[in-house]
């Protein structure tokens, strides 16, 4: 089974901060990754597919990049509706396993 | 407006059994795959299961025996049929849909399933 591991687990940032998560494969998954935010009792939301294409919607701060075993999701200057928890998903293969989350706090 | 509403969750004895509905709206249900996607509180998300447009499944090891997705077109609903429950099931259960690279773009709001004695 392909495993995601984010990194970090939890990040302290400010408003008009930029910050950046990073999402590794345990195998190359060329660009089938996808980034979603999730806020306290709501259901998830999609943000990036195709590792860097934005979904409608959703804001232009948000940027992906990478391909193979290594992603990024690039926040430009974090407003205050960003404080969530991040999570990448792989679906390289039929079984689309998530990262273990990114919860991002305000500092 | 498209809308996924689940259904079907509550509290169930270990061994039991649970069938969790989704009914969706607001597209042409029989042309998307659709997911199950669950989160024990406090966690992370867990992939359930996924059926295809033409009937095929698929599932985690974590679930497959156990678990069986189904869809019916003609009603525009997602099922998901869970058997031998164990504690660790424990989850909001949510149904979403399929896009082309199997992204999830759309996520109905969950129904709790509480496994206990």
């Known amino acids: 089974d392909i495993q995601l591991t984010q990194s970090p687990s939890f990040l302290s940032a400010s408003v008009g901060d930029r910050v950046t998560i990073t999402c590794r494969a345990s195998?190359?998954?060329?660009?089938?990754l996808a980034w979603y935010q999730q806020k306290p009792g709501k259901a998830p939301k999609l943000l990036i597919y195709?590792?860097?294409t934005l979904q409608s919607g959703v804001p232009s701060r948000f940027s992906g990049s990478g391909s193979g075993t290594e992603f990024t999701l690039t926040i430009s200057s974090l407003q205050p509706e960003d404080f969530a928890t991040y999570y990448c998903?792989?679906?390289?293969?039929?079984?689309?396993?998530f990262g273990q989350g990114t919860k991002l706090e305000i500092k | 407006e498209v809308q996924l509403v689940e259904s079907g969750g509550g509290l169930v004895q270990p061994g039991g059994s649970l069938r969790l509905s989704c009914a969706a709206s607001?597209?042409?249900?029989?042309?998307?795959?659709m997911h199950w996607v669950r989160q024990a509180t406090g966690k992370g998300l867990e992939w359930v299961s996924a059926?295809?447009?033409?009937?095929?499944?698929y599932y985690p090891g974590s679930v497959k025996g156990r678990f069986t997705i189904s869809r019916e077109n003609a009603k525009n609903s997602l099922y998901l049929q869970m058997n031998s429950l164990r504690a660790g099931d424990t989850a909001v259960y949510y149904c979403?849909?399929?896009?082309?690279?199997?992204?999830?773009?759309?996520w109905g709001q969950g129904t709790l399933v509480t496994v206990s004695s």
């Open positions: 979403a849909r399929g896009v082309l690279d199997n992204s999830l773009d759309y």
């Open positions: 195709a590792a860097s």
């Open positions: 998903q792989q679906l390289n293969s039929y079984l689309y396993t």
């Open positions: 195998q190359g998954i060329s660009s089938y």
């Open positions: 607001g597209f042409t249900f029989s042309s998307y795959d």
């Open positions: 059926i295809g447009t033409a009937g095929d499944t």
